[in-house]
């Protein structure tokens, strides 16, 4: 699309950092309309990092503040890791997204609400005693009042649609007005809407049409002086995508699984947020993946460990309550000592708790949430692209060390998306799989390589090496039933030390940051971006803290304690209630720890870390 | 299921008998099941390495420990989920699970279902004793209403279940039943399972001689077996007793003994029920679960052999397709995706 020119009287000013709000109903279509906005943001250079938020109802009643889906997204010219704590432009498509979401936009921020829809049912259904618009409840903001129903609908009059199929454009219209309000380019989108609905002219047609018209209405509206230009923000030379930490996942188990040269078997039952990785594999079953949707979450993991008894590599997703049912089964793969990647995108708990919201509270599950001493690898992505390189990390230690691997991602990097600087495939790690293919003597299936201590991964179908496994306690090196005190004792000592071998293999933890000093900030995980911005932010105003984000979880990368050691005071921010915390106390007694706790169901707000780092300097 | 080696290899029991110590109590019906199953083995080609014995937990789960194949003795209830993970990787092994009315129809009811309702190529011995054996004998799934264990010192007052009933309710393409003490009809069946394609569901009748002794001889027992048994034949009039002096025929919708004292051998057929283990509808099988002692006679045999694709062929198929469609994976690819920027 040419590019319009700007309409008369308006101003062009530049901006670094924005951040962007759309809510609606769920059913308004404001999660594809910030893919949208993100996509272009992607495509015009910028960095950036989104935040859907979105109830676990399908469609709450239209209208309700149960109802309301949101979707956050900052970009910028220079390279952030968050979705921005408050928003610059809050697109409200009705009177429940306004009431939810005035909590999360900055003092002078822009208001764009859909006015048609402020009628007084609407307005009782969202709990205001009186219209927003009209009193003082909106004084600190820059409130647009754009008629979008009304205007949506006269922009499209004359096609052949369903009032409801008009109705659902208004989305479009709203997307065309922060389109011009940041000076984007629109081509993208219009492609987009023509593959979507190709079938569907008309709708092609609608869409676009709206879009168009959203545009043209912000370049001529009086209310909107100034457009805003966001530059280029100076990425690393390379080929970028934009990725979600869960497609970033299920791509890594995919490409980790064709560098083994192994069949990717990946069960799952259908659990929020997880799913999309279930969705993401089945997709690819052009690479030999295969995806089991079982009838439950035991059953999942299961067929995995059954598949990674067949010699290929068996994995499972789930969440929390998933994770749960999953541990007897996970057990049951670390006395037989076989590999199975068990990824748990953690979320709101205990029990079902808040199935679209984040959390990190399922540390200690994953360690200790299992009869008996069964040691078990733990890897944290810290970033969406991160899974990708994690999983292949989860999949390399399984195989490697015939044991279960937890990848511990969360609900909040799971739908967040980044930009990518794609790898080239030569530099992806190597994973070597090896099965013994003959035996002097009767086949012993619990001999132990020297350096791994990982057990032959003998494949049912190999002749002379038939074999009985199972969860009863093992003998060493026959795997023979033995309840003999001594063996027991060996065999617990000897799948411990496994598991505490894997450090030979991982990366040491790096520091941003001075390496010595007063405070180190020690993250874990999906609490990556927001420790790394505060920093950043504090190193602006001249304070200099460090910081460091733990991927390795067990074991710890084995220069932790003498990091530890390099600092007076270790703040540990997580959202939970200290269980890094708890583990970095055990582990390091002399290490003076403090916790910083949140369990509200979202990630850190950049400010609130900056804060609580003051409080304690 | 089919033939995997077509290299002809006599093979005899004491191939397939591992040198593990048997921890079963002396006298117990597993013994008879194990070595039928071992003596089963040695009459196909498939080669020792290609059968795998997966279990989960009870007295009949420590099976694969005492056969000389590949075996997994795994967590209660679940063998049929790693049994399905294992087929849907390797076409190649002919797979058995073993488990027994506590493993499978309670705490694995719902794994024993969803594995029959995908008719997963496999076979599920179904080892029913009609209590708890290893945990010493507590009320089973199986038990009769009334009975007095530890766990129900007034009387069981869970009503049983039938595991045929569940096998066809889940339309299991191959049901059976066999018993402990007939090992040549023990062995007949495991054959016809093992030859079936798709999930075969087999029920043996077995003796607990320590926590449920004699559970089934009122039926199976010597003196009786003949009169209160009968044999399933496909093709054939359902005939049974000593005297082979009565037949089952149909009155309604209900199965009904009669005498075939006086009969014309050539009326039998027309008559009595003939046995077709094809009929696609199930109710005529589910009927034939419904014969119980003592108003009728127990029915052994194939009770139902119907083909239909199986979840690992319709799996493996999925992804030839996809490779046919789309080409072989292409990592380089797939890391791109659709829509990719360049920043110089």
């Excluded at chain 1, 479009?172 to 492609?191: K, S």
């Excluded at chain 1, 040691?375 to 044991?403: G, H, N």
Aim: with cysteine.
């Amino acid at each position: 699309m040419d590019k319009q020119k700007l309409a008369v009287g308006k101003e062009v000013k530049s901006a670094t950092a924005i951040t962007v709000r759309f809510a609606g109903d769920s059913g308004d279509g404001m999660q594809l309309t910030g893919d949208q906005f993100t996509d272009t943001a992607a495509l015009m250079g910028n960095d950036f990092a989104t935040l859907p938020d979105y109830p676990a109802e399908i469609r709450a009643p239209v209208g309700t503040l149960p109802g309301v889906s949101s979707f956050q997204i900052q970009f910028s010219d220079s390279i952030i890791f968050t979705p921005g704590d408050l928003a610059d432009v809050l697109v409200a498509m009705n009177p429940a997204a306004l009431r939810v979401n005035l909590t999360n936009i900055k003092k002078d921020g822009m208001i764009i609400v859909n006015e048609s829809v402020f009628t007084e049912a609407s307005l009782v259904k969202a709990g205001w005693k009186a219209n927003p618009l009209d009193d003082d409840t909106l004084k600190d903001y820059r409130v647009l009042r754009v008629p979008l129903s009304v205007l949506t609908k006269n922009a499209l009059k004359d096609l052949p649609l369903k009032l409801t199929e008009v109705e659902r454009c208004k989305n479009f219209f709203a997307l065309g007005i922060m389109f011009w309000l940041y000076d984007r380019d629109r081509d993208h989108t219009v492609e987009w809407v023509r593959k979507k609905f190709a079938k569907r002219p008309e709708i092609v047609e609608a869409n676009i049409t709206a879009l168009k018209a959203g545009y043209t209405f912000a370049d001529v509206s009086e209310a909107m002086p100034i457009q805003f230009h966001i530059k280029r923000a100076k990425l690393e030379a390379g080929v970028y995508r934009k990725i979600t930490g869960n497609e970033a996942t299920a791509i890594g188990l995919v490409a980790a699984c064709n560098l083994a040269n192994k069949t990717l078997f990946y069960g799952s039952y259908p659990i929020t947020p997880a799913s999309n990785i279930l969705h993401e594999l089945a997709r690819h079953k052009n690479f030999g993946v295969k995806t089991f949707q079982a009838e439950d979450e035991i059953a999942a993991c299961g067929a995995a460990v059954g598949a990674s008894f067949g010699g290929e590599v068996g994995m499972t997703g789930t969440s929390g309550p998933g994770l749960c049912l999953k541990s007897e089964m996970i057990n049951l793969a670390i006395m037989a000592e076989l590999p199975l990647v068990v990824v748990n995108v953690q979320r709101g708990g205990p029990s079902t708790g808040m199935p679209t919201k984040t959390e990190q509270a399922d540390l200690l599950q994953v360690l200790f949430g299992r009869n008996g001493e069964s040691p078990i690898a733990v890897v944290a992505p810290i970033t969406p692209a991160d899974c990708f390189l994690m999983a292949i990390e989860a999949v390399r230690i399984a195989i490697e060390y015939m044991t279960p691997v937890v990848l511990l991602s969360d609900g909040n990097i799971a739908n967040a998306a980044e930009p990518w600087q794609l790898p080239e495939i030569e530099a992806l790690p190597k994973i070597k799989v090896t099965h013994p293919t003959n035996s002097d003597g009767p086949f012993m299936p619990y001999t132990r390589d020297p350096k791994t201590l990982a057990r032959p991964w003998a494949k049912p179908g190999t002749p002379g090496l038939e074999h009985r496994i199972g969860g009863l306690a093992k003998a060493d090196i026959t795997g023979n039933v033995s309840y003999d005190p001594e063996n027991n004792q060996k065999m617990i000592n000897l799948r411990a030390k496994k598991i505490r071998r894997i450090a030979d293999s991982i990366p040491e933890l790096t520091v941003d940051g001075p390496a010595k000093g007063k405070l180190l900030v020690l993250g874990w995980g999906g609490t990556y971006g927001p420790l790394y911005q505060a920093r950043t932010e504090l190193e602006s105003q001249g304070i200099k803290i460090s910081h460091a984000q733990l991927k390795y979880l067990n074991p710890f990368p084995k220069n932790l304690g003498s990091i530890l050691g390099n600092f007076e005071k270790v703040l540990i921010p997580e959202l939970n209630m200290g269980q890094l915390l708890m583990l970095i106390r055990y582990h390091f007694p002399g290490v003076n720890a403090v916790g910083m706790h949140k369990v509200q169901g979202h990630p850190f707000k950049v400010t609130e870390v900056v804060e609580h780092i003051r409080s304690v300097l | 299921m089919s033939s995997i080696d077509t290299k002809k290899i006599p093979f005899t029991k004491n191939d397939f008998v591992s040198g593990q110590e048997i921890r079963w109590c002396p006298g117990c019906g597993d013994y008879a099941i194990l070595a039928t199953m071992q003596r089963t083995l040695a009459k196909f080609d498939i080669k020792r390495e290609n059968h795998v014995f997966i279990s989960g937990i009870g007295c009949s789960s420590r099976f694969p420990y005492y056969m000389n194949t590949y075996g997994f003795h795994t967590v209660h209830g679940r063998a049929p989920t790693i049994a399905s993970g294992l087929r849907c990787v390797n076409p190649d092994l002919s797979i058995w699970v073993i488990t027994g009315d506590g493993d499978g129809l309670s705490i694995g009811g719902n794994h024993l279902l969803h594995c029959m309702r995908r008719n997963m190529n496999l076979n599920i011995l179904l080892v029913n004793n009609r209590t708890y054996g290893l945990t010493k004998g507590q009320y089973s799934p199986t038990s009769e209403m009334g009975k007095v264990t530890k766990s129900s010192p007034m009387g069981s007052i869970d009503h049983p279940i039938n595991a045929l009933c569940v096998a066809l309710a889940s339309e299991a393409t191959f049901v059976a039943r066999t018993l402990d003490n007939d090992p040549i009809h023990m062995s007949e069946t495991f054959k016809r399972a093992m030859d079936h394609k798709g999930t075969s569901f087999v029920e043996v009748y077995q003796n607990c001689n320590i926590f449920n002794d004699k559970a089934f001889v009122p039926v199976t027992g010597r003196d009786n077996r003949d009169d209160r048994m009968i044999y399933l034949e496909d093709g054939k009039p359902l005939i049974y007793g000593k005297e082979k002096n009565r037949g089952i025929r149909l009155v309604g919708m209900k199965p009904e003994i009669v005498d075939i004292d006086n009969q014309e051998l050539d009326q039998l057929p027309v008559i009595l029920m003939s046995h077709n283990e094809k009929t696609a509808d199930p109710s005529y099988a589910y009927m034939l679960t419904q014969m119980d002692h003592p108003e009728m006679p127990v029915p052994f045999g194939v009770f139902r052999a119907l083909e239909r694709p199986t979840y690992d062929d319709l799996l493996n198929g999925q992804v030839k397709t996809a490779i046919k469609k789309l080409g072989p994976g292409d990592l380089k690819k797939l890391i791109h995706g659709d829509n990719t920027w360049t920043v110089n």
